[in-house]
């Protein structure tokens, strides 16, 4: 599992992924900084008050993490959570049928 690549749309507030089948997928910027799976933002999902997520929020920068994934860094200066690249396919999955994130 990987992604080919991954592009930032800061203007429109998308990231835009590029699967290795070559199937585009996008996921906005306030998807993103819901789904951070760092301990301080699982932490509040588990207590039933997830972040929810300013529709301004912008993605700042994209930091590679290895082969496995990307580090995320917000405008909220929120720059804790990893995101592997099937996670971020799953957020978009998710994002495009709607259900609330576990
Ligand atoms: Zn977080």
Do not use: K
């Not at 909220?76 to 994130?101: F, K, M, T």
Request: glycine share 8%; aromatic share 4%.
């Amino acid at each position: 599992m990987s992604i080919q690549s991954i592009s930032n749309h800061p203007a429109r507030g998308m990231l835009e992924i590029v699967l290795d089948s070559g199937a585009s997928r996008t996921l906005t910027h306030a998807t993103l900084r819901e789904g951070c799976r760092c301990a301080d933002c699982t932490a509040l999902r588990r207590a039933g008050t997830p972040l929810q997520a300013d529709g301004a929020i912008r993605l700042l920068a994209v930091e590679p993490v290895g082969a496995y994934g990307v580090q995320l860094v917000f405008s909220d200066r929120h720059d804790r959570g990893i995101y592997p690249w099937i996670y971020l396919e799953q957020l978009s999955d998710r994002a495009a049928s709607g259900p609330p994130l576990p």
